[in-house]
């Protein structure tokens, strides 16, 4: 079992930034078989939606939404039974507002099976 937790969200005006954290913790079999984390959000009266998600080999992917103002990073010194997952947030704007999700997925699971609790990001205009 992997639990997550997400820090980091706030209020913020347009075109300023945000760093959000997820911290992935477990055993040492769980979080070795963790084979992707990603980020997700979900605005208000809208469907959850993914942003960016980050391999267990270092591949990163995004949103055409978010792609040149997002990064997702992983903290280079990686503990066994925990890791740290960034979202670098640049350029905000309204439409980015909501709550973000982390999210993990294990080594042959077909979507992501771990989710955080959530962290609220206020972009204001």
């Known amino acids: 079992q992997v639990q997550l937790v997400e820090s980091g969200g706030g209020l913020v005006e347009a075109g300023g930034s945000l760093r959000l954290s997820c911290v992935a913790s477990?055993?040492?079999?769980?979080?070795?078989?963790?084979?992707?984390t990603g980020w997700y959000r979900q605005a208000p009266g809208k469907q959850r939606e993914w942003v960016a998600g980050?391999?267990?080999?270092?591949?990163?992917?995004?949103?055409?939404s978010v792609k040149g103002r997002f990064t997702i990073s992983r903290e280079n010194a990686r503990s066994t039974v925990k890791n740290t997952v960034y979202l670098q947030m640049n350029s905000l704007n309204p439409d980015d507002t909501a709550v973000y999700y982390c999210?993990?997925?294990?080594?042959?699971?077909?979507?992501?099976?771990?989710w955080g609790q959530g962290t609220q990001v206020i972009v204001s205009s």
């Open positions: 999210a993990g997925r294990r080594l042959g699971a077909s979507d992501y099976d771990y």
């Open positions: 477990g055993t040492v079999v769980s979080i070795a078989r963790l084979q992707a």
């Open positions: 980050i391999s267990n080999g270092g591949a990163t992917k995004y949103a055409d």
